[in-house]
């Protein structure tokens, strides 16, 4: 069954003008190999997608709007894929994600499937010789992370993981002023991840199967992008964590195989009805390197919070606060005056206004990160780094986050603060 959302991105331009949108999907019987061969400096790059639910649209779409040409997907099977390849503009639908993400005619690979696939398929487009943009969270635990950066280092390509909130140009302007010293010493970093689509008993989706999500669900989901996005601002790193974890809906009826984000206006009643094994909320105290106190708390059971990642940043001389709902404006407060700094890049520092694609008032949002996220990746790849390009998340990010989530799960267990290496 193909996502809906598919339809709405159908007709995308891309910067290379309109041959790869009226490119038609061929059959997965097509060599995939027909075109093989490393793709000319000058031509677009050649780039794959495996799973094309939520997340794998928004990065179909980044890469074509980045002038890539969109090789082909994988999906759970051979006949959705041919139907994304379609609804895409692909050129066409694989068989199966093995065999794409190592097709002599792709350059890159987005891995865009649930998180239990991430590892296998990272491996094999590295061994390839792949370019790859691995979907967080990297792997499902650290030893599989840290395998996964080893394997990078190796092959010598660009491996990155969408922390793509870093991409908001008023995050890139928080990071800035923090770093120039503009809000003085920090002296506390603290904020919440909360979203709903997962509150009641009849929401379900593969993340609650520990075998397809991981250990932990609600802080390796998105509590791994606060804690990133935070780390990236101030640059400083979680030192220990002291951690409850929550499983508010003990068990959920299952929904086959929804895609991610479905709301539905019903609670389900009339499936199998399982034991939740991952948490829903995760609240987490943390204190940095530098010896800050913080806390995060992570919800995907919060009742009319969609996707509220909010942080805020408290100097000795002023706060910085920053919500993702509203990321046309960064709240700046004082002892005297509070102010709220527009999306407008003319007074912006360079390292923001530089993501500043649109006129202020213009807003930009969630798909715009994505835009520049994949974009920069693939100037880093086109530089031969990912060095190359200031504040792009890496594999190494990706086993960061990995273990920030293994201290807070032994946290929860050992009921005691826990370091992060
Ligand atoms: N960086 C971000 O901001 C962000 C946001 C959302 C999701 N994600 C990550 O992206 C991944 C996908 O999440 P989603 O929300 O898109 O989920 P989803 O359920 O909407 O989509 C998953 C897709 O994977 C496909 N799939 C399943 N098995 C497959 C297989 N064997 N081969 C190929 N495709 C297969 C499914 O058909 C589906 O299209 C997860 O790892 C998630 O953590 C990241």
Known sequence: MIDSRHKCVANITTMEGATEASASARDTSADPGAAGGPAADHAPLRVAVAGTGFIGVVHAHAARRAGARLVGVAASSASSAREAAQALGADRGFADAESM??????????????????????????????HVICEKPLAVDRDEAADLV????AAGVVAVVPFAYRFYPLVREARTRVAAGAIGPVRLIHGCYLQDWLATEGDDNWRVDP????????????GSHWCDLVEFVTGDRLAAVCA??????PERVSAGDSHAFEGRVRARTDGIRRAVATEDI??????TRRGVAGSVVVSQVSPGRK?????????????????????EFLWVGRRDVAEVVPRDPAHLAAEAARYAVLPPGHPQGYQGCFDAFVADTYEAIRAGSAAAVDGLPTFADGARAADITA???????????????
């Open 282 to 287: 995760m609240v987490v105290l943390f204190r």
């Open 244 to 249: 409850e974890a929550v499983t508010a809906v």
């Open 150 to 153: 080893r394997a990078a280092d």
């Open 211 to 222: 075998e397809r999500g991981g250990p932990s669900r609600a802080f390796a989901d998105i």
């Open 101 to 130: 993400v190592t097709a002599a005619d792709v350059d890159v690979v987005h891995i865009c499937t649930p998180n239990n696939l991430h590892a296998p398929l990272a491996h094999a487009a590295l061994a390839a010789g792949k």
């Open 307 to 327: 996707n509220r990642l909010q942080f805020e940043v408290a100097g000795a001389d002023a706060t910085l606060s920053f919500d993702q709902e509203q990321p």
């Open 407 to 421: 201290a807070v799960l032994r946290s929860t267990r050992t009921n005691r603060w826990e370091d992060v290496p």
